[in-house]
């Protein structure tokens, strides 16, 4: 038995992997197009971190920071001026210079099947005033706009390469990233090789960056027990005390930038004519039914935040003035009677059938029960409540939102009237002026001012009830050091080393 | 026996048809635009919207979007993934010798164990041997694959740290990785089928030990193994062989949950991902050509048939 047990190792030991300068990182999800212009899903922007810089970054607080663009200027409300850095080029050798930006942005505008176009549509055109220099005029003052280059929008391509790349461009693409683009198995791997000519060589310590994506959250945490990987993204919020009890494994995380939230049907079709759509007090009373506190416990761990806010605490644009409300049943039935409807109330809400989605719709009704409320669940699959929301097949909608750096990127589309994904055409006079006033004011405080206007109507309405703000959770071997944790949740490939 | 094999030959192309018209169609009953998923979180603008139809066709009758997509089919084109824009042939080479390498491997374990272990049970009926085959057969039987999967992934990669937990590694790159990456995913796949042969194989030499032949063979003095091997288990194979076929057509349509818990990037994987990012084009393709690599297995299953029982020659 012995010998056999000994032969058995043999022969593992000769098939175990070899280690070397390998970063190994595991997505949630696989990436799709790797195509500046064209991609959509929030892990190819984990990949493109390491395959394509921008023209400015993020740091841990959000505050924007050169990349690709070392300064930039407004000369007035509708002109940005951008001063590019020296002696940064593709990875086909192609220089970056101004007319690669110029190249690059245009597309974004006028490509048909573009995603970006709708992100810097305030755009009118780029002009290149030197090499270095560029001047993007605008059509209307847009404060968002930098915040959108620091994302797939300011990613600048390679002219010769793209040209030449045509529609495949995104099955082999070539930007000026730390690392270049080497091979992709569709649903298995992504694999990016470092580049010798990157402008910022000294921040890169790795050879090679393999992605791999692994939805199944109990096969993610083995990988990252067993070190078949060193980072992974996303750990859920019960996995977080496994990874703390293993010391080779380490936890960090950041405050997100998305939201979850209960979206109400006011005037979509025939279902908003339900009691609760047509009733602020009846909502308020949802609302007032409903402990965050004990949700986030329950369902997360008591790892995520809870909130009345479409933006986190860390925001900037976080008006402190709005806490989220504890939970008050003496008020929520005095509002019901209030709303002079008969108990209990019935609702329904809309639930992707993901398992933590589920298991918080079912505290919720558990909660809202006690206040006099029928909400039944309807479990649909994902991508079916969408086009389910965007029908105004829906009452309710438990839905959240990956969220966006800039403030405007979670308020603008789900609430000013008739635009994106109001898909509950909430509209309301005050909220949408305020909506435009603080995209278009420069003055961080003049922003603030607007967004506390429109939170003051918001609270009365509820078109939306905030629920929590999720938080990163990366999962890392402890040998992988350098790790930045910023709230996009986008993983930076600079600093990190072995 | 010839104009056997061409009827089922002639029976191939109205089958392939008829399923790319079943595939077709009942993708459309499907609930979720797929225009709405591809568009991510711009699927509030609908000029965005309405270029991902105009573009993918969607904005056609669908009559019209059928025809578009059988007439390339039929120039050997399958179109291309919506999702990330790859051409679903090489989509389908690159899964093809990944869910082919799993399955072989799957198929070889479970005819490893499940035959010998049917032959045995049957051999030594109601003794010890054959109450331990059924036990483990009916372990084999009741086992959820993803529980025991998960529960290997654990023991061995976790704990004991013998092999990678998941991934994959093509033979050609890695001979020893490409097993170390595909052995447990295999063993879960094959230690199910195992037990279905296991059960066939019992029943079939049960019976065949209790013909008059058998009993003949033995008469004649014939060492026992020999009249297990040489007369009874060549009887016995016939079920056997239409089982396996259809095993191994399971395995080679994907074997969705196992390639889901071990990260193999295989046929089961790519057709659940392109289910539910709503990527038909990808969805028809692996269904069409799954349903082409069963048609041949039984093909080859009619065949093997006659090899193994010289009587079915006939005519």
Redesign the interface.
Known sequence: MRRLLLAA?CV?A????AAGQTLRIALRE????L?PT?A??YVGRIVFAGLCDKLFDLDESLHIVPQLATAYEWTDSTTLVLHLRTGVSFHDGEPLDAAAVKYSLEPHLTL??S?R??EISAIDHVEIVDPLTVRLVLKTPSAPLLTQLTDRAGMILPPVATEAGG??F??HPVCSGPFRFTER?????IVLDRFPGYWNAGAIHFERVIY?????S??LL??L????VDLAERILPTDVAAVQRDPKLRIVTSPALGYEGITFNLGNGERSKAAIDQSALLRQAFEAAIDRQALVEVVFNGMYQPTAQAVSAASPFYIASVPPPPRDLARARALIRQAGVATPVAVTMNVPNTPDRTQEAEVIQAMVREAGFDLKLNL?????S???A?RGEFETYLIG??GRADPDGNLY?FLHSG?????GHYANTVVDAALDAARQAADPDARRAAYTRMWGQLRQDLPIIYLHNPVNIVGLSAKVLGFRPVPDGIIRLQGLHP | MNSHLGGRIAQIIPTLLLVSVLVFCLQQLMPGDPAMVLAGEERGDPIVLAQIRAELWLDRPLPVQYFHWIGNVLRGNLGYSWRIRQPVGDLIAQKLPVTLQLSAMAFAIAVLIGVPAGIIAAVKRNGFWDYVANAVGLAGLSTPTFWLGIMLILLVSVDLGWLPPSGYVPLTEDWRQSLATTIMPAFVLGNSIAAILMRHTRSAMLTALDQDYVRTARAKGLWEWRVVIHHALRNALIPVVTLGALELGTLLSGAVLTEQVFSIPGFGKMIVDAVFNRDYPVVQGVVLVTAFLYVMLNLVADVLYVVINPRLRGD
């Open positions: 190792c593992l000769t098939i175990l992997p696989d990436a799709d197009i195509d064209l959509r899903s048909p099947g995603f176009r709708s529609k495949d995104g099955l198995v569709a649903q298995d791997r791999q994506p692994m939805p199944e109990t096969v083995a990988n027990q067993s070190g078949s649909i699959e994902f991508a079916s969408l086009q389910a965007t939102w990956s589309a635009v994106g994904q109001n898909d």
